[in-house]
Structure formats: structure tokens, C-alpha cells
């Protein structure tokens, strides 16, 4: 049978070993906190994109750029069409990122929509988008696209929209949010 007199340092040192334990985990948290709030998947867990459901479908990959297709739902908000509605970056694993444009004009003729779509309750396609880049620099090794919206500023509580009192209008804020990222290299389906 095994010794059950009382070891007072036991004690101690399993409550010191366990706090120690708690605090590296909620170190890990805290530091690792931004990349989770703006990763793709927990902003779209807690429905904070305006669309929802972003799939690349193709891409091809010219000498003037990428160009880029694919399917989403959006779920609120409206596209900012006259500030910077679209921000594209290229990445290098061995260089800064460097900001782009996005051609967008041939998505109407497309989809027929453009891309100040209203919500949906289905999937819609986008693009073909062009994210431009020049052939005479570093070829780069993944692209990222930003989009940007007006939204309403919604109550935490309730989940209805602030309305002025004035103009009996929702109170708007911009939002910028991930939209898709991929490797920089042809993707067919």
C-alpha cells in the first residue's frame, strides 16, 4: 500500500507547475490573438465579413499578372465603388509585399452582376479579376486580395443597425477584410 502521510511541498508545487502552465498558454493566446481575429476563418465563424463562402476557382497566370476567378456568397454590406474597394498584394518569401491593383472591368460582362453585388442566399461567381504585376521584377510566390465595404454599425446586443436620427438612415463604418489569398502559379478547375 503506498505512503499517505502529507508531503508539504506537493502541494505547492503542482499549484506553482499548473500556474506557470496557465500563464504560458494565455501568453500564447495574447500573442498569437491578431492572427487569429484577422484570419479568414474566424471572421467568417463570427460573421464579420460582408461575404462569406470565397472560392478561387482559376487562376492564370500572365505576363501582365494573375488573372483570378471564383464563386462567393455575400452576406451584407455594399462595395466601396468610389475609394479602394479592391487591394491587391503580392508576397515574396524573401521580400516585402508589395501592393497592386485589381482590374475589375470585365466582371460585369462576366457575371453579369459587378462587383457591388447585392446579398445573396446562394453563391455567386466573381471576377475575372486581374491582379496586375510586371514580369520584369521577382516573380512572387502568393497574392492577396482586400475588400472593401460600407456596413452598418449593428447594436452588439440586439444585432440591429444604429440609425441616425436625422436622416432615419443605418450608421455606416468601412471594413476591409481578407477576401482570397493564393499561391502565384495557374490554378485550373
Request: glycine share 8%; charged share 20%.
Amino acid at each position: 500500500m503506498g505512503d499517505l502521510t502529507y508531503k508539504p511541498g506537493y502541494r505547492f508545487r503542482r499549484t506553482l507547475t499548473l500556474g506557470l502552465a496557465l500563464l504560458f498558454i494565455i501568453q500564447n493566446v495574447i500573442i498569437q490573438s491578431p492572427k487569429l481575429t484577422e484570419s479568414r476563418m474566424y471572421r467568417d465563424i463570427f460573421m464579420l465579413t460582408p461575404f462569406t463562402n470565397v472560392v478561387v476557382h482559376r487562376i492564370d497566370i500572365l505576363p501582365s499578372g494573375a488573372v483570378i476567378l471564383g464563386e462567393l456568397r455575400k452576406r451584407r454590406c455594399t462595395f466601396d465603388t468610389h475609394g479602394q474597394g479592391l487591394i491587391a498584394y503580392v508576397l515574396f518569401d524573401d521580400a516585402p509585399k508589395r501592393r497592386t491593383t485589381v482590374n475589375i472591368n470585365t466582371e460585369e460582362s462576366f457575371s453579369g452582376v459587378g462587383v457591388n453585388r447585392p446579398p445573396s442566399g446562394s453563391e455567386e461567381y466573381w471576377g475575372p479579376w486581374l491582379i496586375t504585376y510586371q514580369d520584369d521584377q521577382p516573380t512572387p510566390d502568393n497574392w492577396e486580395i482586400y475588400a472593401g465595404h460600407w456596413c452598418p454599425i449593428t447594436n452588439k446586443t440586439t444585432g440591429k443597425p444604429y440609425i441616425d436620427i436625422m436622416t432615419g438612415v443605418p450608421i455606416l463604418q468601412f471594413e476591409r477584410n481578407l477576401f482570397a489569398q493564393g499561391l502565384w502559379k495557374s490554378l485550373g478547375e
